[in-house]
């Protein structure tokens, strides 16, 4: 025994020689930096991989074949017989493209505004010389269906209704569904930005007529920013053979008339179309029902979680595609951003606007999962905890598994082995 002994006490001396224990604190030497954002979100790897295939000629038929499945996959996953566009711009590209090629200038238009961007569909409004009637609601709430109704009945001038389905600076989502069936029933297009709403929220675009829908590639699509989608109905065509707005390059007519030949009026991103092309595939095999099941799930998981915490979840009426959260009284939101930067090399996002320092926001869009949550909502105690405000750890987290054994392990939530 003594001889063991020995050699135990040997080994540990040479284990403590070779491999010295630190003396200074822990701090992550290996932090793999993780996009947390409602966007940009999460790529998609196949997606990425895709992109390296780029190096193709946009007037050959190889592109021609790629542009008109990807066209095609698109109204497939928005479940829609309407066209569907898509051009190199960013998501607001796509709203300025839904405003100029339908309208003329002193059109009236009726804008609901409950945060950052519906402010810029404000802005976009004054920009293309509208007359626009403004419904605002306070950051955090949204525009009643019923509100839309009675400023229609007002005022049957009103050529255009224009919404967020999901208003992302505060984590609100807009009854499209009720706004859509009031809307249709006039002479008005129902104009949707749907940019964080597609993938997020169920969205039945022919059934609740929505006449125009914007998309955006770098939110639950999984692939970099740079593409907008807009899906147009006979409505909104109708509509735009009367606008005098000055256009060029989002000249949807043209976008129409040449991707009928799997072209685009203009150098495609044809990178980014084939990312896309991917992201449409993986989509479809999943289903996009699910794809809205899983930030839905996710958005229900996070509000438990920071309400177990005992944090306020900011919007009255919450979507799915991000959750904005109050932090602890004192405390400026911005604080537990960069907490999560410089901590752990993580992404999240600061309220926008006049909510900077009032909210921090948790994406569930796209490619997110519980994984993802899990660790989010560990690292969230442990923040709070090193900014003085204590939590027991792990109370978060159960609440994220509470939800999870809920959906995906239902046999075991009703044995009770979660408890």
């Known amino acids: 025994m003594a001889a063991v002994a020995q050699a135990v006490s040997l080994l540990s001396r040479e284990s ?25 979100t999460p790529l998609l790897p196949a997606a990425l991989h895709a992109m390296m295939g780029s190096d193709i000629h946009h007037r050959t038929e190889d592109f021609r074949n790629l542009y008109r499945q990807v066209l095609a996959d698109l109204k497939e996953v928005l479940g829609t017989s309407n066209d569907v566009l898509t051009l190199v711009a960013s998501g607001s590209g796509g709203l300025e ?5 339908f309208f003329s200038p002193g059109d009236e238009t009726l804008v609901c505004c409950a945060g950052k961007f519906g402010e810029r569909w404000v802005e976009i409004m004054k920009a293309w010389g509208m007359k626009a009637t403004v419904l605002k609601a306070r950051y ?23 919404v967020q389905a999901s208003e992302t600076s505060t984590g609100a989502a807009h009854d499209v569904k009720a706004m859509g069936e009031i809307v249709k029933k006039t002479k008005a297009i129902f104009v949707v930005d ?12 022919d059934g609740w007529g929505l006449d125009i829908i914007v998309g955006g590639s770098q939110k639950a699509f999984m692939i970099p920013p740079g593409l907008a989608f807009v899906a147009i109905s006979p409505k909104a065509w109708a509509l735009a053979e009367t606008s005098t707005a000055p256009r060029f390059y989002f000249d949807l007519k043209k976008e129409k008339k040449n991707a009928v030949n799997g072209e ?3 150098t495609p991103n044809t ?16 289903g996009m029902d699910k794809l809205v099941a899983n930030a839905e799930i996710l958005a229900r998981a996070t509000r438990a979680a920071v309400t177990e915490l005992g944090l306020v979840i900011f919007s009255s009426s919450p979507g799915s595609s991000v959750t904005a959260v109050r932090p602890p009284a004192g405390m400026d939101s911005g604080v537990i951003v960069k907490e999560f930067r410089n901590r752990f090399n993580a992404i999240i996002t600061n309220g926008q606007g006049s909510m900077k320092g009032e909210i921090f926001r948790i994406a569930h869009l796209g490619y997110f999962d519980f994984h993802d949550l899990f660790a989010l909502i560990a690292e969230l105690e442990l923040i709070l905890t090193a900014n003085g405000y204590p939590v027991k750890f792990g109370s978060g987290v159960a609440a994220v598994q509470n939800v999870y054994a809920e959906v995906a392990m239902p046999q075991a939530v009703l044995a009770g082995t979660n408890r």
């Open 194 to 205: 749907a940019i964080t709403g597609i993938g997020t929220m169920p969205l039945d675009i």
């Open 140 to 162: 955090g709430d949204v525009v009643a269906p019923a509100a839309v109704e009675a400023a229609l009945a007002a005022n049957p001038n009103l050529k255009g209704v224009f």
């Open 271 to 286: 990178a980014l179309l084939l990312a896309l092309g991917e992201a449409l595939k993986y989509i479809k095999n999943l």
């Open 16 to 40: 403590s020689r070779l491999f010295p224990c630190p003396t200074i604190p822990y701090r992550m030497y290996i932090k793999k930096q993780r996009l947390l954002t409602p966007g940009p």
């Open 97 to 101: 493209a839904a405003t100029q090629n």
């Open 264 to 266: 685009s009026a203009w």
